[in-house]
T-cell receptor, first 111, second 115 residues
Framework: GDSVTQMEGPVTLSEEAFLTINCTYT??????LFWYVQYPGEGLQLLLK?????DKGSNKGFEATYRKETTSFHLEKGSVQVSDSAVYFC??????????FGRGTSLIVHP | GAVVSQHPSWVICKSGTSVKIECRSL??????MFWYRQFPKQSLMLMAT?????????EQGVEKDKFLINHASLTLSTLTVTSAHPEDSSFYIC???????????FGPGTRLTVT
């Protein structure tokens, strides 16, 4: 079946550091790929998405590129802030795909 | 983006009672809704998929008689946890997807505590 694998956390960084959270997927065909963010005690919010190969999703300084050849969708940000501390979920879905989430990666940013 | 509301946002109930959680799609008609369960510091576990006007499709291992899902209209789906037990305590999140829409929108979640 379809699956999403994320790097395990927590990821701990200092403010203004560069962030990478790795995500790879297994699926038949070409699903859409998503990154969601969950702040403590809240539901999930869509952070960015990409619907086809080589698409780059971006939002709030975060970026991720849909790489079909490596079946990856790594999340990056050039300079993290304390307010970026949250749990980040990589997911696949769209169309007829059953939405499938990774285990989530906790990001902790220190001042 | 689309707005999804859930009610209640948190609920405490006694063991053996039933709890109903509502999920509303506020600004578009959701033909498909999903119910997820999230344990502390873990990912979302899909419980069931419901399509308006038809029976829900439950994931393997989810008791359909315990977690009753009703999707009576394009804007409302309900999850009823029947005869709740402490192990049912969790964060329940609903999500909707409109026909042809290539993303999902999530409700804010309902924290259920069974004492």
């Amino acid at each position: 079946g379809d699956s999403v694998t994320q790097m395990e956390g927590p990821v701990t960084l200092s403010e203004e550091a560069f962030l990478t959270i790795n995500c790879t997927y297994t699926a038949t065909g070409y699903p859409s790929l998503f990154w969601y963010v969950q702040y403590p005690g809240e539901g999930l919010q869509l952070l960015l998405k990409a619907t086809k190969a080589d698409d780059k999703g971006s939002n709030k300084g975060f970026e991720a590129t849909y790489r079909k050849e490596t079946t990856s969708f790594h999340l990056e940000k050039g300079s993290v802030q304390v307010s970026d501390s949250a749990v980040y979920f990589c997911a696949l879905g769209g169309g007829s795909y059953i939405p499938t989430f990774g285990r989530g990666t906790s990001l902790i940013v220190h001042p | 983006g689309a707005v999804v509301s859930q009610h209640p946002s948190w609920v405490i109930c006694k063991s053996g009672t039933s709890v109903k959680i509502e999920c509303r799609s506020l600004d578009f008609q959701a033909t498909t809704m999903f119910w997820y369960r999230q344990f502390p510091k873990q990912s979302l576990m899909l419980m069931a998929t419901s399509n308006e006007g038809s029976k829900a499709t439950y994931e393997q291992g989810v008791e359909k008689d315990k977690f009753l899902i009703n999707h009576a209209s394009l804007t409302l789906s309900t999850l009823t946890v029947t005869s709740a037990h402490p192990e049912d305590s969790s964060f329940y999140i609903c999500s909707n997807r409109g026909q042809g829409v290539n993303e999902q929108y999530f409700g804010p979640g309902t924290r259920l505590t069974v004492t």
